[in-house]
């Protein structure tokens, strides 16, 4: 690796600094130094007609050293260019010391660090000539990954003190620029949300057996604690095969409720798995977490199915095998119920998976505003009962991604529209709870009146998991 020692000293800079220096305090001057003295007096002159000065060299934003080029699209030195080079083709994973604290710029070594910067100056991988034989693709999915975890470290930071302002966020009114380090790390997060939901959509549609066998093997706790994440293997899970066979007679009928439930329970195992990729999560204490997420979990499930439903045009919500859980014991309900208790039924079942989808189209929601809301809703619906510090962090978390969709929706809409666009999606989010509260009352309907009634149906799992009763 290249050290800073193999670089130009900061003395080598004298002959720049000298052309600030005025001329009374000059005494030997040659030809050369006049020249550059009238030059540097042209750019003076220059400057004070609005005119930008360029120095043939800067500091590397890196290491703070002589810097005469951009490299990846970063002023910076020809060492660390390489260094970033190498550091990218192999993978590597570097170790700091001293956890992340050393200062590059001032001359301090650490391979870490200096990556780690390399990273917050948004290096441009597909910038680099690669040889052949490397996977560009795996190398900027670990890039992607390297810059969440650091925008995760650092963005409180950015966001201290100014909780309740948008400053760091807003287009300026003479350039229409945002703050660059904050835009950085909004795509990053933004770029990591719709990845992670992305996968969660192939599993929830994929046939493979192995993972429903993998739904009944762990309780609520054993899944928010454990490390390992389904979501990783995605790729483990085929696409070919037909969706799980439900018989639909059988299911307005209340019977064959098994299969349906694993669905249900399927899109219960995707939401806590998305959400534990959230690196806010790590920081809060297990008994917390499992509060938050039986706090939350039923109106994302509500909000996923809803809109992955309007995603593929269907007038109510369905499952992938185009099943709605609003059928549920219809036939029943049409063969046995008159008058208040039909009506009531049907009622329900309009609002609760019908109206919800109008409400999507109306709103004309997309994927990127679907994923910032749901990780708002799951971080701004906090419990009483966890602790203030949990409390506090989910606070902050829902703050910034607020930010984040405010910057999404600038890019967007511009300046002219974005108040009133961000204001409806947050009253969006409202709109899930009245629709997931409908959903409830729907469900508590049916196992009121026909599995608690006198009809002989055992009441299954299928309605345990719609109330969220495990």
């Not at 963005?155 to 229409?176: P, R, Y």
């Not at 508590?444 to 009634?453: A, R, S, T």
Request: proline share 2%.
């Amino acid at each position: 690796m290249s050290t800073s020692s193999e670089r130009s000293s900061p003395s080598n800079s004298s002959n720049l600094q000298a052309t600030n220096t005025p001329t009374s305090e000059k005494t030997n001057l040659d030809n050369n130094s006049f020249e550059n003295l009238n030059k540097s007096k042209c750019s003076d002159e220059h400057s004070k007609k609005g005119k930008i000065i360029r120095k043939e060299f800067s500091d590397c934003r890196v290491c703070g050293q002589q810097a005469k080029c951009h490299n990846f699209g970063v002023k910076c030195c020809h060492a660390c260019r390489m260094f970033f080079r190498r550091s990218v083709l192999s993978l590597k994973e570097f170790r700091c010391k001293a956890e992340g604290k050393c200062q590059t710029r001032k001359g301090e070594k650490c391979r870490s660090c200096r990556f780690d910067t390399c990273v917050k100056e948004n290096m441009n991988i597909s910038l680099i000539q690669f040889p052949s034989g490397y996977n560009f693709q795996k190398m900027k999915e670990w890039l992607a990954k390297k810059k969440g975890e650091l925008m995760e470290n650092n963005f409180a930071n950015h966001l201290n003190g100014q909780q309740n302002s948008f400053t760091n966020v807003c287009i300026n009114n003479n350039n229409n620029m945002v703050v660059p380090q904050l835009v950085n790390a909004f795509n990053v997060d933004l770029e990591m949300l719709l990845s992670t939901e992305n996968k969660a959509l192939k599993l929830r549609q994929s046939p493979n057996n192995l993972l429903l066998e993998y739904l009944f093997t762990k309780s609520l706790e054993n899944l928010i604690e454990s490390k390992i994440n389904v979501l990783d293997f995605v790729e483990l899970f085929g696409m070919n095969g037909k969706q799980l066979y439900l018989n639909e007679y059988l299911f307005k009928q209340g019977k064959n409720l098994p299969i349906i439930g694993n669905y249900q329970n399927l899109d219960f195992l995707l939401e806590i798995e998305t959400m534990k990729k959230l690196p806010i999560l790590d920081k809060i204490s297990l008994e917390d977490k499992v509060w938050i997420f039986r706090e939350n979990i039923q109106c994302l499930v509500t909000f996923s199915n809803a809109f992955q439903s309007y995603q593929r045009g269907s007038l109510s919500v369905k499952y992938p095998n185009d099943i709605c859980p609003g059928n549920l014991c219809k036939d029943l309900f049409d063969q046995i119920f008159r008058g208040e208790d039909w009506e009531r039924y049907n009622a329900l079942k309009r609002r609760a998976f019908f109206d919800i989808i109008t409400e999507f189209k109306t709103f004309n929601i997309t994927q990127q505003e679907y994923v910032l809301l749901k990780t708002i809703l799951f971080c701004n619906s906090i419990p009483q009962n966890i602790s203030q510090n949990s409390k506090n962090l989910l606070k902050l978390e829902a703050e910034r991604y607020g930010q984040i969709l405010m910057k999404y929706l600038q890019n967007l809409l511009g300046n002219f529209n974005v108040a009133m666009r961000h204001a409806k999606c947050l009253l969006f989010i409202g709109k899930i709870f009245e629709y997931n509260r409908q959903q409830n009352i729907f469900y508590k309907m049916v196992d009121e009146k026909i599995f608690y009634g006198n009809f002989g149906l055992e009441r299954l799992l299928f309605v345990e998991q719609c109330l969220f009763k495990f």
